[in-house]
């Protein structure tokens, strides 16, 4: 889990995205979506996915008890990325 000062990943429209695939997210970094200082906390999350780990979190610290927030409720508060096509 990656906390940071953002609610999570965004689309081009600037919409959260809740649920990515690893083939998702290489996608929205061919695609130019993804891109400079979002690029090492999407690395990271990325290659701990990819490296086995069932689901990795980009969440917004700033949003109070966001932790259990993400980890607690179908909705949660950031960004999962996980090797599941259907991770949406």
Do not use: W
């Not at 689309?11 to 959260?16: A, I, L, P, T």
């Not at 969440?59 to 980890?71: F, Q």
């Amino acid at each position: 889990m990656l906390l940071t000062n953002v609610a999570g990943l965004f689309d081009k429209n600037g919409e959260v995205l809740t649920g990515l695939s690893t083939s998702q997210v290489d996608a929205l970094i061919d695609d130019g979506t993804m891109y400079g200082g979002r690029l090492p906390k999407i690395s990271c999350a990325l290659d701990a996915v990819k490296s086995g780990v069932v689901s990795s979190h980009i969440i917004d610290g700033r949003v109070e008890h966001a932790v259990l927030l993400e980890i607690f409720t179908d909705v949660g508060v950031g960004t999962k990325i996980s090797n599941h096509e259907d991770s949406e």
